[in-house]
């Protein structure tokens, strides 16, 4: 079967490092995705990671593990603005084209 | 920038009534998808599209019909609208060969 788990959800301190896990069970996986969505709008893209590593962009950075199915998103210097939710979502080549299989997303809390 | 638009962000229909949903793309974007999104559910996927006049059922696709006369547009029916359709519509596209996916700005829809 197919299946993305990620925490329901988190809370963190304005200033600090927090990381939010995602694993997932995919055929033909081909990529996982971050998507942030504050309340009451669209999902934004934040990082598409393909191969094993971290990417870092600004803030944020992205780790993937194909062999353990497992991905991370890392969100640092965290600002009142990160409060939101973060949506992992694998890329899929079973079924047609550009599917991604969404996770329930991870509200996250920012507190001063 | 990609543009996703949605014909209305707020939509308050009565049970029974044919409802029409539209998203339009400027990107020419040869797939287009729709979704809904409910508190503790995340995205699941209605319909997709992936060229015109052509479509396939997602994950949930009872209750709904979609149409794709045109490359840029994609739009979403309810043909009987019911109080469990009550909810965040989120429309987005892709292009062959892509997995990113640019999401409009939601339609929610409140059937009462």
């Known amino acids: 079967g197919q299946n993305i788990d990620q925490p329901t959800e988190m809370t963190a301190t304005e200033g600090a490092i927090v990381q939010i896990n995602c694993t997932y069970q995919?055929?033909?996986?081909?990529?996982l995705f971050w998507y942030q969505q504050h309340a009451g709008e669209a999902p934004t893209f934040l990082s598409y990671?393909?191969?094993?590593g971290l990417e870092e962009k600004g803030r944020f950075s992205s780790f993937l593990s194909r062999s353990k199915g497992y991905s991370y998103l890392l969100l640092k210097e965290l600002q009142m603005k990160d409060s939101a939710s973060y949506l992992c979502?694998?890329?899929?080549?079973?079924?047609?084209?550009?599917?991604?299989?969404f996770g329930k997303g991870t509200k996250l809390s920012v507190k001063p | 920038d990609v543009k996703v638009t949605q014909s209305s962000r707020y939509l308050v229909k009565r049970t029974g009534e044919k409802v029409f949903l539209e998203c339009v793309q400027d990107?020419?974007?040869?797939?287009m998808f729709w979704y809904r999104q409910d508190p503790g559910l995340g995205l699941r996927l209605i319909y997709f599209?992936?060229?015109?006049?052509?479509?396939e059922k997602g994950d949930i696709p009872e209750g709904y019909s979609v149409s794709r006369e045109k490359k840029e547009r994609f739009s979403l029916i309810l043909e009987s609208a019911s109080t469990n359709q009550t909810s965040m519509y989120l429309c987005?596209?892709?292009?062959?060969?892509?997995?990113?996916?640019?999401f409009g700005p939601g339609t929610r829809l409140t059937v009462t």
């Open positions: 987005a596209s892709t292009r062959t060969g892509a997995y990113e996916q640019y």
């Open positions: 995919t055929s033909g996986f081909n990529g």
């Open positions: 990671n393909v191969l094993d």
């Open positions: 979502a694998a890329a899929n080549y079973g079924g047609s084209q550009g599917n991604l299989i």
């Open positions: 990107m020419d974007h040869e797939n």
């Open positions: 599209s992936y060229d015109v006049k052509m479509k």
